[in-house]
């Protein structure tokens, strides 16, 4: 049934067929699950002995949800982690699992193991090509074009008991499938593979700058995984610009990348070419004076759109984005998880902020646990959700927000993944979804609850103030401080720019102002929560907080800034970098 080599057309094709039917894809989808693996001991423990194949799998269905319990990754740990240590038995899947995931952990402060298949690189070929399909209908790009990926591996491991350890990401680009995307697609990444696995961010990216600009005529389309990697690097490339074009005139390779192999790999494929050089020169002159808006279509002008991650924690780097790409269209990627894939953009023409992702009901059996936010009875919530009993993707509503649950070919049964969606629409039979949050990541001092979104809502309205000043929002993250009495929100950004400590002030009274959450809203107006504190923190903070995550294991494709943190290493970096101050002082709301 799923295309494994077919044409774009063909793709499109397979996912109207299976998008129209998804209810039965579904069924079909647990049962296939299952069958693969009904005698592993997980699901022993809660099946019992069934004989799968004489149950009708409608029945399987319904037998499945009420017999195995909703799992979060903690409860799922000890098993997982008998697997990391050596044990070989079934014990979650029928098939051996020989290589583990880290989910990025940037959102829940800790990284996760997670079981990583041939499948998952799998699906993750059949969603790229996919969202290629639709891509394509609306942006035709040319084939044996190239494509400027800031991508980047890290380092893979050995667990305890021999197995590879390392992010999805960076199985996904040892795997065969990332050579079977860019044959099949005839479009290369500019950069070899030696620059991809380097394992260090910064020469990497120097290496991708250096060869995006060498083939800049040819570079069809600009992308990363997440969009924090594409502003980062041109925010690097505002510095290095005269050093690549040195490199670009020379036909050399600067001594700030010190990696034999990266040198050789790099060395190998560029030349001397004066001309380009002088060009990139004098483009970047003029885009100095300009800000550096335009930059993408200046220095890359064959390039008919950028395409990366732009939605949830990312949507606060699209107003940089849309300076560096000014007319050049911004396509909003996929939705997954390093657990599983999610959904496609079906409609690469919507801005990012209007995009949604139809679910693909053929990755992972999907079920939606139905949230209401609490606006009044304080006493009875514990989160700021209450639940009702999970549904299957048949049976969600339009306008209702729900958390999704997944049970997974790598031995994922009904676990929750802590993303809230809501359900904006349909494709044919499938939801199409609209990425709210992560649940857990609420800001709480005590009754007040603000999830990432709300955050980001009201730091855009904060940081709008900036612009009297031509200064602008770099990156932001926030603390809930309960040490102090009483607690009170911190708010930590990094500014391009200078800004009078009166400006400022404004902006943090705005901030406070504009958290409509009713718990803080009541707290600030009986001074149990403390007026909101604003700390500017010195340029260059949010790159040390990322050399922290990447020190501990993250890769750079797939990091995500924190936007709330208690993480003791991270409070100290923004804390010492901190170079002011301020607060919001009268509170009228
Ligand atoms: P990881 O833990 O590194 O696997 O990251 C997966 C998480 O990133 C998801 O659970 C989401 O919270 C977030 N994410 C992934 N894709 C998107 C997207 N298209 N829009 C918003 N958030 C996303």
């Given at each position: ?37 009904f ?24 037998l ?5 319990p ?34 990025s ?10 079981p ?11 969603i ?20 400027l990926e ?31 995307k ?16 380097s ?17 800049s ?26 050093e ?11 001594k700030r ?34 800000d ?27 107003k ?9 269209p ?23 902020e ?40 048949s ?30 629409g ?14 857990k ?7 007040d609850?603000?999830?990432e ?9 904060g ?35 200078e800004?009078?400590?009166r400006?400022?002030?404004?902006c ?25 504190e ?8 949010f ?24 993480n003791?290493?991270?409070l ?18």
């Amino acid at each position: 049934m799923e295309p494994s080599v077919c044409g774009e057309d063909d793709i499109v094709r397979w996912f109207e067929d299976v998008t129209e039917k998804a209810g039965s894809v579904q069924t079909q989808t647990l049962w296939r699950i299952l069958e693969l693996n009904f005698e592993v001991e997980y699901l022993k423990k809660w099946l019992g002995d069934i004989e799968i194949q004489e149950v009708d799998a409608c029945v399987l269905e319904s037998l499945y949800t009420s017999l195995v319990p909703l799992a979060s990754h903690a409860d799922l740990e000890p098993y997982i982690h008998r697997i990391a240590n050596g044990e070989s038995g079934p014990i979650l899947t029928k098939q051996p699992i020989t290589t583990l995931s880290l989910s990025s952990g940037t959102t829940e402060g800790r990284q996760k193991y997670v079981p990583f298949m041939r499948h998952s690189s799998q699906t993750t070929l059949q969603i790229f090509r996919l969202a290629a399909a639709y891509r394509s209908r609306v942006y035709p790009t040319r084939e044996g074009g190239r494509i400027l990926e800031f991508i980047y591996s890290s380092r893979q491991f050995k667990t305890k008991g021999g197995l590879t350890a390392g992010t999805a990401t960076t199985h996904y680009y040892a795997s065969p499938e990332f050579k079977i995307k860019q044959e099949k697609t005839k479009s290369f990444t500019c950069s070899p593979e030696e620059v991809i696995s380097s394992g260090d961010s910064k020469q990497s990216t120097y290496c991708h700058l250096l060869l995006g600009l060498f083939f800049s005529e040819q570079v069809e389309f600009i992308t990363s995984t997440f969009a924090y990697s594409i502003v980062q690097s041109f925010i690097a490339f505002e510095e290095l610009w005269k050093e690549l074009c040195i490199d670009i005139r020379d036909g050399t390779l600067s001594k700030r990348i010190n990696l034999p192999k990266v040198r050789k790999a790099v060395l190998d494929i560029i030349s001397p070419n004066p001309i380009l050089a002088s060009k990139i020169e004098a483009c970047c002159e003029e885009l100095e004076d300009l800000d550096w808006f335009g930059l993408i279509p200046k220095l890359w002008p064959n390039a008919k759109y950028v395409y990366s991650i732009m939605t949830g924690s990312m949507q606060p780097y699209l107003k940089k984005l849309r300076r560096y790409a000014a007319e050049v269209p911004l396509v909003s990627a996929e939705y997954g998880s390093t657990e599983s894939w999610i959904g496609v953009n079906v409609d690469p023409c919507l801005p990012p902020e209007d995009v949604t992702f139809a679910v693909v009901p053929t990755f992972s059996y999907f079920e939606f646990i139905p949230l209401h936010r609490q606006k009044q009875d304080y006493n009875l919530v514990i989160d700021d959700f209450m639940e009702d009993k999970p549904v299957p993707l048949s049976q969600v509503k339009v306008g209702q927000e729900y958390e999704i649950v997944l049970t997974t070919f790598t031995g994922l049964y009904r676990y929750r993944l802590g993303d809230v969606v809501e359900v904006a629409g349909f494709h044919n039979g499938t939801p199409k979804l609209n990425f709210i949050c992560r649940r857990k990541l609420i800001l709480t001092v005590n009754i007040d609850k603000n999830t990432e979104k709300d955050l980001q809502m009201v730091v855009e309205r904060g940081s709008q103030l900036l612009s009297k000043s031509k200064a602008e929002l770099i990156d932001f993250t926030s603390h809930a401080d309960v040490l102090t009495q009483p607690g009170h929100y911190i708010i930590y950004w990094e500014i391009k720019g200078e800004v009078e400590e009166r400006v400022l002030g404004e902006c943090c009274r705005e901030m406070d102002a504009s958290f409509v959450d009713h718990g803080y809203v009541v707290s600030r107006r009986s001074n149990s929560i403390g007026p909101l504190e604003l700390r500017i923190v010195e340029k260059g903070t949010f790159k040390k907080i990322l050399e922290y995550f990447i020190g501990n294991g993250s890769a750079l494709s797939q990091f995500k800034t924190p936007r709330c943190t208690s993480n003791k290493v991270l409070l100290s970096i923004l804390n010492l970098c901190t170079t002011k101050r301020v607060y919001s002082t009268a509170y009228a709301n």
